[in-house]
C-alpha cells in the first residue's frame, strides 16, 4: 500500500509517518509540504492521503477536491487545525474518509486511520452532528415529485441540491446498491476496492438522510436520483 502524507509542519509528517508505519508496517509513505507537491505526488495513485488543510500552495478546499480528483480511488482522511465550520462541512461533500483535529490523541488519530481504511469515516462528534443535520436539511429542501404527476414523457426534475453532493462514481454505487448488489459485487462491477465502495455507500446513505442501504434506494427512488 502507498500513502502520502501532507502537511507543512516537519513534527506532524514524522508523527504521522511513524502511526502509518504501526498500522501498515510494508506501506510505501511519500510525503509533501505543500499543496504543489502533494499533488505531484498524488499522480503516484496513493491508496491512502493524509492531508492538512493550511498548506502553502492552495486554498484548503481547492486543494483537497483537487487530489480527489488527481486518485479518485484513494482514502482521503484530512487532520488539521481548521475549526471553521462551513469549512469543514464543503470539504466533507468531496467524500473524504474523515477529519481529525491535530489536538486529537495519538490513539484517535490511529483509529480514524484504522477506520478510514476499513470503509469507515471518522468525524468528531460536533462536526458529525453538523453534517446530519445539513444531509437531512439537504433532503427536507428537495419536493417529491410523484409519478403520476408528470405529464407522459417527461423526466422527472433531478434534486440539485442531493446532485451537488453526489460525484458520478457515487451515482454509480447508488444505482448498483438500488439494485440489491453487495459490496464485493459493487467493487467487481467498478473494479474498485470493497473498502472504497463501503466509504462511498456511507457518504451515499448520509447525503441521502438513510439509515441504511434499503431506505437510501427508497429515497433515491422517490427523489428521481434513479
Do not use: W
Not at 7 to 15: L, S
Not at 41 to 53: F, G, K, Q
Not at 156 to 172: F, I, K, Y
Request: hydrophobic fraction near 50%.
Amino acid at each position: 500500500m502507498r500513502c502520502l502524507i501532507c502537511d507543512d509542519h516537519a513534527m506532524v509528517r514524522e508523527a504521522l509517518s511513524m502511526t502509518v508505519a504501526s498500522i501498515l508496517p510494508q506501506a510505501e509513505v511519500a510525503v509533501a509540504a505543500d499543496f504543489t507537491s502533494a499533488f505531484k505526488v498524488a499522480e503516484s495513485r496513493p491508496d491512502l492521503i493524509l492531508c492538512d488543510l493550511g498548506m502553502p500552495g492552495c486554498d484548503g478546499q481547492g486543494g483537497v477536491a483537487r487530489l480527489k480528483e488527481i486518485a479518485p480511488e484513494a482514502i482521503l482522511v484530512v487532520i488539521t487545525g481548521q475549526e471553521d465550520d462551513a469549512v469543514l462541512l464543503s470539504i466533507l461533500r468531496l467524500s473524504v474518509a474523515g477529519f481529525v483535529p491535530k489536538s486529537a490523541e495519538p490513539k484517535v488519530i490511529d483509529a480514524a486511520i484504522r477506520l478510514a481504511l476499513a470503509g469507515g469515516q471518522y468525524l468528531p462528534p460536533r462536526l458529525y452532528d453538523l453534517s446530519v443535520g445539513a444531509s437531512r436539511a439537504a433532503v427536507e429542501e428537495v419536493p417529491v415529485q410523484p409519478a403520476q404527476a408528470e405529464p407522459a414523457g417527461a423526466t422527472v426534475q433531478q434534486p440539485t441540491a442531493l446532485l451537488g453532493r453526489l460525484s458520478d462514481r457515487h451515482m454509480d454505487v447508488l444505482r448498483l446498491l438500488a439494485l440489491g448488489q453487495s459490496n464485493k459485487e459493487i467493487a467487481r462491477a467498478l473494479s474498485i476496492s470493497p473498502a472504497t465502495v463501503k466509504s462511498h455507500v456511507a457518504h451515499v446513505i448520509g447525503c441521502l438522510g438513510a439509515v441504511n442501504r434499503t431506505e437510501a434506494a427508497m429515497r433515491a427512488r422517490e427523489l428521481g436520483l434513479i
